[in-house]
């Protein structure tokens, strides 16, 4: 099947240089080398946090390369407090302390989680650390508002598998549901939902996802459903449904940016105004008062030697390839991968002291997407290059560089960042050039291939 492929122009972190030139990319056709093994979901190679949550085992150097993904875990996130929230750039893959990762800035408020939107930023993403395979999801939430502006609530795979609930600001009466198979665009998957002021109404919204159906419920009510029967594609002789495990993510960006494609800027409603009156303390806000999780059984006949972790054995990314396994992995460093997880250059040799003369002098990427939003059809991203001098959770930057960390001062410019939004639909106009493999499309395109296009220039 054709595969299409996205570039884009890379980001700046305010106070970061960019990445290096000869930074490794993946994609259709290109897996990343043995030096810097994972594919981030931003199309680009690196190791530490860039074997973690998002990893693409298909572009990776091997199917090992990426962390294995720690298994679904029932329970109800009243997200009061950013204490069960860890900003990317410290987190080393212990899900069994840590139930979100953060880009960008959230902000606890009123017994809630603010996921805000400065100016001149790309907003803020929330992504489980654990995944799902198969199970009832419910967030209840607000949305933002004003043109340019996009509110998600999505499951996304590290194949690209995607199931999503989107809210553009300039339609507060309704919800957009939509899902992909492996990133594969189809401009017919978009249905609108009717749903009361989605800003000054909480509404809990639910995606019920099953081995052969698929539901979008608001408020308990069901608005969509979808039967995997009716997804068979003859033409790759597989369903396009989505069916491999997948993380829960909830977001705010900045589709109505200039820099993005003008179809991305008409779908959210114009180009994004810094100066509206929606905008509270400086920022654009969404709520997200609690995340519910009810885990299903794995679908009929998985593969199960375990019970911890979710693994992938074969490169076609379906069903019939995740297994469960008991292997768990936490990375020594974010020098260490998949592949390596246990590697760690600045550990310190009993009886010896630590030297800066010793630190090893390569520089590799650690970090991905150190920004906090995202765009629609595959806008710029940013990604933290590291040196290996660093000794804590944080990747220290190479010399010249400013340590990336989720303030909002260090969010990146508006020019870009990772992306979890809807599918490219027929008015999204993000462009795409087809080259050999899967088809990347909607927000799988704005997710994963970033870094690529200024690399290329």
């Known amino acids: 099947m054709v595969r299409y492929f996205v570039t884009a122009a890379l980001a700046v972190l305010l106070s970061v240089t960019l990445v290096r030139a000869d930074a490794p990319k993946c994609g259709p056709g290109?897996?990343?080398?043995?030096?810097?093994?994972?594919?981030?979901?931003?199309?680009?190679?690196g190791v530490g946090a860039y074997c973690l949550g998002g990893c693409d085992p298909l572009f990776s150097h091997q199917l090992d390369s990426c962390v294995v993904a720690p298994v679904c875990k029932s329970a109800d996130y009243t997200l009061k407090s950013l204490d069960d929230v860890m900003s990317i750039d410290k987190y080393l893959g212990d899900s069994s302390s840590i139930n979100w990762v953060s880009q960008g800035q959230p902000v606890v408020y009123n017994n809630a989680l603010l996921l805000t939107m400065a100016q001149d930023t790309v907003g803020t993403l929330l992504a489980s650390t654990h995944y799902v395979w198969y199970g009832k999801i419910s967030a209840k939430m607000t949305t933002s508002q004003g043109q340019g502006v996009v509110t998600a609530f999505i499951m996304m795979s590290d194949v690209k598998d995607e199931i999503d609930f989107e809210?553009?600001?300039?339609?507060?009466?309704?919800?957009?549901?939509?899902?992909?198979?492996?990133?594969?665009?189809?401009?017919?998957?978009?249905?609108?939902?009717?749903?009361?002021?989605?800003?000054?109404?909480?509404?809990?919204?639910?995606?019920?996802?099953?081995?052969?159906?698929?539901?979008w419920s608001i408020d308990g009510n069901v608005m969509r459903t979808l039967k995997r029967s009716d997804t068979w594609n003859a033409t790759a002789n597989r369903f396009d449904y989505p069916q491999t495990p997948s993380r829960i993510m909830l977001s705010l960006w900045p589709a109505g940016l200039s820099t993005n494609d003008i179809g991305t800027v008409n779908w959210a409603g114009g180009l994004i105004n810094w100066n509206s009156p929606y905008m509270q303390n400086g920022y654009y806000y969404a709520m997200v008062q609690e995340v519910s999780l009810q885990c299903y059984d794995p679908p009929s006949g998985a593969n199960i030697t375990g019970k911890n972790s979710y693994v992938y054995n074969n490169e076609a990314g379906t069903n019939n390839t995740v297994a469960i396994v008991d292997?768990?992995?936490?990375?020594?460093?974010?020098?260490?991968?998949?592949?390596n997880p246990s590697y760690n250059?600045?550990?310190?040799?009993?009886?010896?002291?630590?030297?800066?003369?010793?630190?090893?002098?390569?520089?590799?990427?650690?970090?991905?997407?150190?920004?906090?939003?995202?765009?629609?059809?595959?806008d710029p991203v940013s990604s933290a290059s590291a040196s290996a001098g660093e000794a804590t959770g944080t990747a220290s930057v190479a010399a010249g560089e400013s340590a990336a960390t989720g303030s909002a001062a260090a969010q990146a410019t508006a020019?870009?960042?990772?992306?979890?939004?809807?599918?490219?639909?027929?008015?999204?106009?993000?462009?795409?050039?087809?080259?050999?493999?899967?088809?990347?499309g909607g927000s799988v395109l704005a997710i994963c291939v970033a870094v690529l296009g200024l690399l290329v220039i």
């Open 30 to 45: 290109s897996l990343c080398p043995a030096s810097a093994p994972c594919c981030s979901q931003y199309g680009q190679c």
């Open 167 to 215: 809210f553009i600001g300039v339609d507060i009466e309704h919800a957009q549901s939509n899902y992909y198979s492996q990133g594969v665009t189809n401009y017919h998957n978009e249905e609108n939902l009717t749903v009361s002021n989605t800003v000054e109404n909480v509404h809990e919204y639910t995606i019920d996802w099953q081995p052969d159906t698929l539901t």
């Open 327 to 339: 292997e768990t992995e936490i990375l020594a460093s974010f020098y260490a991968t998949g592949e």
């Open 345 to 378: 250059p600045n550990a310190v040799v009993s009886g010896s002291k630590s030297s800066a003369a010793s630190a090893p002098t390569q520089s590799v990427e650690t970090v991905p997407g150190m920004s906090g939003g995202g765009n629609r059809g595959g």
């Open 415 to 440: 020019s870009g960042g990772f992306s979890q939004g809807g599918g490219n639909a027929a008015g999204s106009g993000a462009s795409a050039l087809k080259t050999e493999g899967r088809v990347l």
